[in-house]
C-alpha cells in the first residue's frame, strides 16, 4: 500500500522563523515520485518541487529547501526566514510508476500560518 | 499563459439537478484527471483520462461521469447531484511521463443541498 503521512496538522511561526514541514511516505516500489504542492487561501494547488526515487540530492530554491531521506522514506520541505506571504496549506504528494494512471496520492496537508 | 481553466469558481445546486464542471487546459496534455478535496479525507482521485476516448475510474467514481471527445477538454458530469457530492474539485493535466508534475485548475466548489 502507499501512503503519504502529513503529521503536522498546523504550524503557525511569526514572520523570520524558519520552518519545517515533514512528509513521510510508504511504497513498495523501488522507482517512485514526490511532489509538493502549496495551497493558498485562494485555492488553487500550486506545484513546488518534483523528485524522483533515484535523485537524493537536496534541492534548495531561494528561501525553500526540501531534504529527501530514503533510508527514512522523509521529503521534508523547510521555508528560511518565514514571510507572511508563505501562509498556506501545504501537500506532500507520491506517484508510483506502474500502470498508466498518473495518479497523486496525498498526504493530508500542513496549514501553515506566518503571523506578523 | 499555460493553465488549466475550470468553470464554475463555484456552485450551488439542488440535489438531482445534473450540472456539469468544464475543465480545459492548453499545453496540449494527453493525461487529465478529476479529484475532489474533502476535509479529513484529502484529495481522492475521481476519473482519469490518458488520451482523447480513453478514460477510467479512480479511486472514487461513483455518481460521476466524464468524457474526453477532444484533447483539451475533459468535463466532469454529475447526473444526479447529491449532498455527500458537496466538495472542491480539481481538474489537473500533465504529460504522460511519470515523472512530469501535474498543474491544476482553479477549483470548483460545489455545494449540493
Known amino acids: 500500500a502507499q501512503k503519504v503521512t502529513q503529521a503536522q496538522t498546523e504550524i503557525s511561526v511569526v514572520e523570520k522563523e524558519d520552518v519545517t514541514l515533514d512528509c513521510v511516505y510508504e511504497?513498495?516500489?523501488?522507482?517512485?515520485?514526490l511532489f509538493w504542492y502549496k495551497q493558498p487561501p485562494s485555492g488553487e494547488l500550486v506545484f513546488l518541487i518534483r523528485?524522483?526515487?533515484?535523485d537524493e540530492q537536496n534541492e534548495i530554491s531561494g528561501r525553500y529547501s526540501w531534504n529527501f531521506q530514503k533510508s527514512t522514506s522523509s521529503f521534508n520541505f523547510t521555508i528560511t526566514a518565514s514571510q507572511v506571504v508563505d501562509s498556506a496549506v501545504y501537500f506532500c504528494?507520491?506517484?508510483?510508476?506502474?500502470?498508466?494512471?498518473?495518479?497523486?496520492?496525498w498526504g493530508l496537508g500542513t496549514s501553515l500560518a506566518v503571523n506578523p | 499563459e499555460a493553465q488549466v481553466t475550470q468553470n464554475p469558481r463555484y456552485l450551488i445546486t439542488v440535489t438531482g439537478k445534473k450540472l456539469t464542471v468544464t475543465c480545459s487546459q492548453n499545453?496540449?496534455?494527453?493525461?487529465m484527471s478529476w479529484y475532489r478535496q474533502d476535509p479529513g479525507l484529502g484529495l481522492r482521485q475521481i476519473y482519469y483520462?490518458?488520451?482523447?476516448?480513453?478514460?477510467d475510474k479512480g479511486d472514487v467514481p461513483e455518481g460521476y461521469k466524464v468524457s474526453r471527445k477532444e484533447k483539451r477538454n475533459f468535463p466532469l458530469i454529475l447526473e444526479s447531484p447529491s449532498p455527500n457530492q458537496t466538495s472542491l474539485y480539481f481538474c489537473?493535466?500533465?504529460?504522460?511521463?511519470?515523472?512530469?508534475?501535474?498543474?491544476f485548475g482553479q477549483g470548483t466548489r460545489l455545494t449540493v443541498v
Open positions: 489537473a493535466s500533465s504529460m504522460t511521463g511519470v515523472n512530469t508534475e501535474a498543474f
Open positions: 499545453m496540449n496534455h494527453e493525461y
Open positions: 483520462s490518458m488520451n482523447v476516448e480513453v478514460t
Open positions: 511504497t513498495r516500489d523501488t522507482t517512485y515520485y
Open positions: 523528485r524522483n526515487s533515484f
Open positions: 504528494a507520491l506517484r508510483n510508476n506502474a500502470g498508466n494512471n498518473r495518479k497523486l496520492i
